[in-house]
């Protein structure tokens, strides 16, 4: 299986956000976590139109694979596992 840069959008307290971090750990699968809410203001704003060239609604979790080759809005556990575990 082939490694998978990997962003987690979330927020630190959205479930569904909370449901997709412990997918990511309790498969061991790299990814640079982003919650937005616990960033500075300036950082925030950057990270936010970065989220929203991938998801323009900006909801919450937002995954980003690859730079947005493949780009997961919300928690599906099943997608996460065909991607992530096959």
Same mark, same amino acid.
């Given at each position: 299986? !082939?490694?998978?840069?990997? *962003?987690?959008? !979330?927020? $630190? #307290?959205?479930?569904?956000?909370? %449901?997709?971090?412990?997918?990511? #750990?309790?498969?061991?699968?790299?990814?640079?976590?982003?919650?937005?809410?616990? @960033?500075? +203001?300036? $950082?925030?704003?950057?990270?936010? !139109?970065?989220?929203?060239?991938?998801?323009?609604?900006? #909801?919450?979790?937002? +995954?980003?694979?690859?730079?947005?080759? %493949?780009?997961? *809005?919300?928690?599906?556990?099943?997608?996460? !596992?065909? @991607?992530?575990?096959?």
């Amino acid at each position: 299986m !082939a490694k998978k840069e990997t *962003v987690l959008f !979330a927020l $630190s #307290t959205c479930p569904a956000c909370k %449901k997709t971090k412990d997918f990511f #750990t309790d498969n061991n699968i790299d990814h640079l976590l982003v919650e937005v809410d616990l @960033i500075d +203001i300036d $950082s925030r704003d950057k990270m936010l !139109a970065e989220l929203k060239k991938h998801n323009p609604k900006e #909801t919450f979790p937002t +995954i980003v694979i690859n730079g947005g080759e %493949k780009v997961i *809005v919300g928690y599906d556990k099943k997608e996460l !596992a065909t @991607i992530f575990t096959t």
